[in-house]
C-alpha cells in the first residue's frame, strides 16, 4: 500500500490567498491532486495543512480524517513529510508519494506510470522528467522514511534523493505540470492559458 501526502502547509505569501483553495478545471488544486491520485495502490491520504488550516479545512470538501495539520509548519516542507511518515501506522505502507499542492497539474495516467515503475523496479526513489528537469510527485519507499525523518531542513527531501543517485528511477513525460510550480499569480496565470 502507498500513501500520498499532498502537502499544503505553506504560507502562500506570494500567491496572495492558500493555494490549496486555488482552482484549476473547476477543482481546488487539493481536489485536483487527491482526484489524479486515486489509484487502487493507494490505501491512505494526507493533505497536509499548516498556515490558514482552520479555513482550508472549512472549505475544501474532504474526508477530514485526510487531513494532518502539521504544527510545525513554519519549519518547511520537510517538516510535513516528516508529520505524514510519524502519523502512519509502523509497517503498513511500502512508500510515500510526494504532491506539493503547487505542483497540481498532473493526470491520474502520469500517476499510474509513476506506481508502475515503483512496483516493477527495485529503485528506492521514483520521479517523473520532463525535457530532462526532474518534478514532481517523487515517490520514495518505506525503506527511506528514517532518511527523510533525519534530512537537513536547510536541503529538504531533495538530501535523501542526492544520497541516492543509483536508486533513482526516472519517468520521463510530456506533462509539464511535473515541473510548474505554480506559486504566484503570474505563474498560474501563464499555466492556465489565460
Known sequence: MLVVAILAAGESRR????????????????????????????????????????????RLPLDPAWILEN??????QLSSIQAVIRSLPPGATEGL?????DHPLIS?????QLI???????????????????GHPVIFRAALYEELLAASREVGAR???????????????DEEGVILNLNDPETLKKALGE
Open 15 to 58: 500567491m496572495g490567498l492558500p493555494k490549496a483553495l486555488l482552482t484549476y478545471g473547476g477543482k481546488t488544486f487539493a481536489e485536483h491532486l487527491v482526484a489524479a491520485t486515486r489509484h487502487e495502490r493507494v490505501g491512505l491520504t494526507r493533505i497536509v495543512l499548516g498556515a490558514q488550516a482552520v479555513e482550508i479545512r472549512s
Open 71 to 76: 504544527q510545525n509548519w513554519q519549519e518547511g
Open 159 to 173: 538530501e535523501v534523493v542526492w544520497a541516492h543517485p543509483s536508486g533513482v528511477a526516472e519517468v520521463e513525460t
Open 116 to 134: 508502475q515503475e515503483f512496483d516493477s523496479t527495485e529503485k528506492q526513489i521514483v520521479l517523473p522528467s520532463y525535457k530532462r528537469k526532474r
Open 97 to 101: 508519494m510526494l504532491c506539493p499542492v
Open 108 to 112: 491520474s495516467f502520469l500517476v499510474a
